[in-house]
Nanobody
Framework: QVQLVESGGGLVQAGGSLRLSCASS????????MGWFRQAPGKEREFVAA????????YYADSVKGRFTISRDNAKNTVYLQMNSLKPEDTAVYRC????????????????????WGQGTQVTVSS
């Protein structure tokens, strides 16, 4: 069983930055495709970013492209989400997720394909 634990959330002013971390307890972290999703109150869960197993490919939602950067350190079993130029509309609970099976990269934004989820960390951006 894989456990994912997020950290790094908090309250920040618009235009500021935060760095989220997601630590995995599994010894096979490097075999997982990792993703970040978010959910704001009253809204559906939204894909944010994903990164391939080998750190060769990344994919972003249009709403965060150019502002957010996903990265991973397989030696530390950790995936990161660097968030810059934050906007009030970025306010949400952010959760990391892991895919153990092989999936098409074109489906990487599909939440139902992810096998493991963290509990989430709150990000609040004030205007």
């Amino acid at each position: 069983q894989v456990q994912l634990v997020e950290s790094g959330g908090g309250l920040v002013q618009a235009g500021g930055s935060l760095r989220l971390s997601c630590a995995s307890s599994g010894r096979t972290f490097s075999t997982y495709v990792m993703g970040w999703f978010r959910q704001a109150p009253g809204k559906e869960r939204e894909f944010v970013a994903a990164i391939s197993r080998s750190v060769g490919s990344t994919y972003y939602a249009d709403s965060v492209k150019g502002r957010f950067t996903i990265s991973r350190d397989n030696a530390k079993n950790t995936v990161y989400l660097q968030m810059n130029s934050l906007k009030p509309e970025d306010t949400a609970v952010y959760r990391c997720a892991a895919v153990a099976k092989n999936i098409r990269w074109t489906s990487i934004a599909t939440a139902s394909l992810y096998d493991y989820w963290g509990q989430g960390t709150q990000v609040t951006v004030s205007s």
